[in-house]
């Protein structure tokens, strides 16, 4: 607590000269998260010193704690502060899953390119000379491989023009959220059908 005092404290002095308040910061908490510059329904404006701001500011810090420890809330989000199975947290796991698989699989192509002897092409040779495709294992190989690493990066793609979406604003309500997520689910899966059987 005393730590973040002194850190208001040095914010404030910085920008003293800068910090307005209107009337509406203390008797109307709708704004309360960031008590900086506020507009009260009359329009009348009014000062506040360092120290009354300092004061709001470590009292409203105050009552979210507490709130929070009345709820029993994780300080930090991890694992076991999520439901997995929840749609929100899911997509986002499944981003962070697929964005890994697809760096891994990158960097491991990388790696063993620049680590073996021979040349890229006698890899593709050793590899067709397995007939993968006339034994029902090889295909089954083949086909899953193949749907793996386009879905992963149709994911990548279609979610992350979501998040980019999300940049600028759009999309945020419930129900847009769960539209978007179902298109994201459709145009991936379209996607990574396509690349598997007809590329």
């Given at each position: 607590?005393?730590?973040?005092?002194?850190a208001?404290?040095?914010?404030?002095?910085i920008?003293?000269?800068?910090h307005?308040?209107y009337?509406s910061?203390?008797?109307?908490?709708?704004y309360?998260?960031?008590?900086?510059?506020f507009?009260g329904s009359?329009?009348?404006?009014?000062?506040?010193?360092?120290e009354?701001?300092?004061?709001?500011?470590?009292?409203?810090q105050?009552?979210?704690?507490?709130k929070?420890?009345?709820?029993?809330r994780?300080?930090s989000?991890f694992?076991?502060?999520?439901r997995?199975?929840?749609?929100?947290?899911?997509?986002?796991?499944v981003?962070?899953?697929?964005?890994?698989?697809?760096?891994?699989?990158?960097?491991l192509?990388?790696?063993?390119?620049?680590?073996?002897p021979?040349?890229?092409?006698?890899?593709?040779?050793?590899?067709?000379?397995?007939?993968?495709?006339?034994?029902?294992?090889?295909?089954?190989?083949i086909?899953?491989?193949?749907?793996?690493l386009t879905?992963?990066?149709?994911?990548?793609?279609?979610?992350?023009?979501?998040?980019?979406l999300?940049?600028?604003g759009?999309?945020?309500?419930?129900e847009?959220?769960?539209?978007?997520?179902?298109?994201?689910?459709?145009?991936?899966?379209?996607?990574?059908?396509?690349?598997?059987?007809?590329?």
């Amino acid at each position: 607590m005393a730590l973040m005092a002194a850190a208001s404290r040095s914010l404030l002095n910085i920008t003293r000269s800068k910090h307005r308040y209107y009337s509406s910061v203390i008797s109307k908490p709708r704004y309360s998260t960031s008590p900086i510059l506020f507009r009260g329904s009359s329009g009348a404006d009014k000062s506040f010193t360092s120290e009354q701001i300092l004061s709001a500011s470590i009292a409203e810090q105050q009552d979210f704690w507490k709130k929070n420890y009345k709820l029993k809330r994780n300080v930090s989000p991890f694992f076991g502060a999520f439901r997995l199975m929840n749609y929100a947290s899911g997509f986002s796991l499944v981003f962070r899953f697929t964005g890994v698989a697809l760096a891994s699989a990158l960097y491991l192509g990388a790696f063993t390119y620049a680590v073996l002897p021979y040349d890229f092409s006698a890899y593709i040779e050793f590899f067709k000379s397995l007939n993968l495709r006339d034994n029902p294992l090889g295909i089954a190989f083949i086909i899953s491989g193949r749907f793996f690493l386009t879905f992963c990066l149709g994911f990548k793609m279609a979610n992350g023009l979501r998040h980019l979406l999300w940049d600028l604003g759009r999309g945020f309500g419930l129900e847009t959220v769960k539209y978007s997520g179902a298109l994201v689910l459709i145009v991936t899966t379209l996607f990574a059908c396509y690349c598997t059987f007809f590329c």
